[in-house]
């Protein structure tokens, strides 16, 4: 078995994100600007966010954090994405998810300028994934896309099932993976024989956030096990969607939880609010 470390690879990104950001702000006279923007008190969100915080300060981006209270009007946070649209110091903008159940989380995310729409949620990226003609990817897919390069694994005409479907992670995978060659299969909540479909996969990406789902006994030998899944586990403690512990013997390379593809979403996040100052001042 092979530990795929994602510390260790984000440090990377965030280093060569650092680099391009120091010089580049000595260019211009303005450093990359991330906006993120939190409704509500959900304890998991606010660590995602104060988090996203800290990595702005350690690769040298300003950041820019607007913390709402839970009562938030759809009309307020569509006056505050407008503002932010139009600030000039403010050059990736994201919205954490989910909103409280009274927010149009949709309009919200169809309201940021598909230039500084640093998730990739706005359907112009979304739509621009789709034809593989993008500025930016998700975070997480493409994080775990840079797992497997940095790995030195090669997609193209592996069979790789990527289990769960969300607009966030299951379905870019699917088509980030597709891009790269792979035969690509996606399951689901009503996908028949789960286990089957899984024993398959030369590359197997678990994204359904349910503890522990992937045994061994759904692992082909020497599969690569990307596990996205952050879950607690039976006495609280962090988990993915893949039992570590069963599968490391199976797979040729896997992912740990924490550790894994986790550091790798934030980092692709400063990658993507990079991209955006960038595209800004009509470079590359
Ligand atoms: N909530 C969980 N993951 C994400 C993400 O990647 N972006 C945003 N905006 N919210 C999230």
Redo the contacts with the bound molecule.
């Keep these: 078995m092979n530990l795929i470390n994602g510390k260790e690879v984000a440090a990377k990104v965030k280093n060569d994100v650092r680099g391009d950001a120091e010089y580049l702000s000595d260019c211009f006279g303005v450093k990359p600007g991330l906006a993120v923007i939190l409704v509500g008190d959900d304890p998991a ?1 606010a660590v ?1 966010v104060k988090n996203k915080t800290k990595d702005c300060a350690e690769v040298g981006f300003e950041s820019f954090e607007h913390i709402l209270p839970a009562s938030t009007t759809q009309e307020e946070l569509m006056a505050l994405v407008k503002q932010l649209n139009a600030d000039k110091k403010v050059h990736g903008i ?5 909103l409280p159940k009274h927010l149009n989380e949709r309009e919200i995310i169809n309201a940021i300028d598909p230039k500084k729409d640093v ?1 990739a ?1 706005h359907p112009e990226n979304v739509g621009r994934i789709m034809i593989g003609d993008y500025d930016f990817l ?3 897919p493409a994080g775990v896309m840079e797992l497997i390069h940095s790995a030195g694994i090669s997609v193209s005409g592996k069979k790789c099932t990527v289990i769960g479907r969300s607009n ?1 992670v299951g379905k870019p995978m699917a088509m980030l993976l597709l891009h790269e060659n792979g035969t690509v299969t996606v399951c689901h909540s009503k996908t028949r024989n789960l286990a089957e479909e899984c024993k398959d996969a030369d590359i197997l990406v678990a994204a359904v956030g349910r503890a522990k789902l992937i045994t061994a006994d759904m692992v082909k030998e020497g599969a690569v096990v990307i596990d996205v899944g952050m879950n607690r586990d039976e006495n609280g403690k962090l988990c993915g969607d893949v039992d570590f512990e069963s599968v490391k013997d199976k797979a040729g390379f896997i992912t740990p939880v924490p550790g894994g593809v986790g550091p790798m ?1 934030r980092a692709m ?1 400063m990658k993507n609010t990079l991209t955006a100052y960038k595209k800004a001042f009509g470079i590359r």
């Design positions: 969100s995602y994201l919205c954490q998810l989910p998730d949620f998700p975070c997480t966030i979403t996040l």
